[in-house]
T-cell receptor
Framework: DGGITQSPKYLFRKEGQNVTLSCEQN?????MYWYRQDPGQGLRLIYYSQIVNDFQKGDIAEGYSVSREKKESFPLTVTSAQKNPTAFYLCASSKGRPLREQYFGPGTRLTVT | QKEVEQNSGPLSVPEGAIASLNCTYS??????FFWYRQYSGKSPELIMSIYSNGDKEDGRFTAQLNKASQYVSLLIRDSQPSDSATYLC???????????FGTGTRLTVIP
């Protein structure tokens, strides 16, 4: 089965701790994306990567970091510098240029207290 | 600006009716347009993509694109209660390597 997996589904952390969210895809897609969704709001782009070892900041990159060491994997670290980290985090992938459809993983719901 | 705007709703339609969802975008050079369905607590699911002016039909769904007026719409025929969800419009503006999303329209189909 081809698809995008995110783990864990739910994640609870104490304030001040860094946390890493996993995203893996076996669709052979070149591009991968991280979005954040807050209640009643649209998707906001955190980071994206079009090729291995390269990534770009999105609209709300502050307090987050990513790596792209393998085509299949694009983990997101939520650092203690992120002021309001509680949210629904969505990973997506697409074939790349020209930009066509993006497909989403099931998401990780992060709660920081 | 590369904004995508949708009426947040909620939009309520009776079962069996046609639901019409609209989206406008600001970047005239946008080339790719998508509709996603998102059930409460779940991730968005791609249901339609459209790239050229006109209509594109897929089962009960029809996407309509009018680049001159900068709007894209989604029609759902014979609406079912299972269609109750939030529908997100997404656009790929000129030169962008990512999609811009609207805030979504919440649809409720009443049995």
């Amino acid at each position: 089965d081809g698809g995008i997996t995110q783990s864990p589904k739910y994640l609870f952390r104490k304030e001040g701790q860094n946390v890493t969210l996993s995203c893996e895809q076996n669709l052979n897609h070149d591009a991968m994306y991280w979005y954040r969704q807050d209640p009643g709001q649209g998707l906001r782009l955190i980071y994206y990567s079009q090729i291995v070892n390269d990534f770009q900041k999105g609209d709300i990159a502050e307090g987050y970091s990513v790596s792209r060491e393998k085509k299949e994997s694009f983990p997101l670290t939520v650092t203690s510098a992120q002021k309001n980290p509680t949210a629904f985090y969505l990973c997506a992938s697409s074939k790349g240029r020209p930009l066509r459809e993006q497909y989403f993983g099931p998401g990780t719901r992060l709660t920081v207290t | 600006q590369k904004e995508v705007e949708q009426n947040s709703g909620p939009l309520s339609v009776p079962e069996g009716a046609i639901a019409s969802l609209n989206c406008t975008y600001s970047d005239r050079g946008s080339q790719s347009f998508f509709w996603y369905r998102q059930y409460s607590g779940k991730s968005p699911e791609l249901i339609m993509s459209i790239y050229s002016n006109g209509d594109k039909e897929d089962g009960r769904f029809t996407a309509q694109l009018n680049k001159a007026s900068q709007y894209v719409s989604l029609l759902i025929r014979d609406s079912q209660p299972s269609d109750s969800a939030t529908y997100l419009c997404a656009v790929n503006p000129t030169g962008a390597n990512n999609l811009f999303f609207g805030t979504g329209t919440r649809l409720t189909v009443i049995p």
